[in-house]
């Protein structure tokens, strides 16, 4: 799979989304992020929640009394990773790191979530 580059403050990084392989229902991607010139190994992975609207496709669609509707964009996470959101990932990593590993932050492979309210933690979920 191509790796896609972003710009982001300054610095540029490649990115790639891969399926996380080991998820119940297939609804979990794994992030890579490289920065460039160092592609040795993923700087970030970041573990984030997505649901294949056509793999749900019949529980999206057969949602059609508001409480169901609410139900269903409650649950089903069907926002994909964009250019824009990965330099948003970028740069919440990149304070999240500078909070407590300022002085080594790009010298490993972080491990990072998105929770549902799309906040940045350590660890996979």
Not at 30 to 55: C, D, E, M, S
Not at 56 to 72: K, S
Not at 86 to 109: G, H, M, P, S
Request: proline share 5%; charged share 25%.
């Amino acid at each position: 799979m191509k790796l896609r580059r972003v710009h982001v403050d300054g610095g540029d990084f490649f990115w790639r989304v891969l399926w996380d392989p080991d998820a119940a229902n297939g609804d979990y991607l794994f992030l890579r992020i490289w920065i460039a010139g160092r592609k040795a190994y993923p700087w970030l992975t970041v573990h984030y929640q997505f649901h294949n609207p056509w793999l749900f496709y019949g529980d999206i669609i057969n949602a059609v009394t508001p409480e169901q509707q609410e139900r269903a964009n409650n649950y089903f996470q069907l926002k994909p990773l964009t250019p824009g959101k990965v330099a948003e990932i970028i740069r919440k990593a990149t304070f999240l790191l500078n909070e407590t590993y300022a002085d080594r932050r790009l010298d490993k492979n972080w491990y990072l979530n998105i929770n549902r309210e799309g906040e940045l933690n350590w660890g996979l979920a």
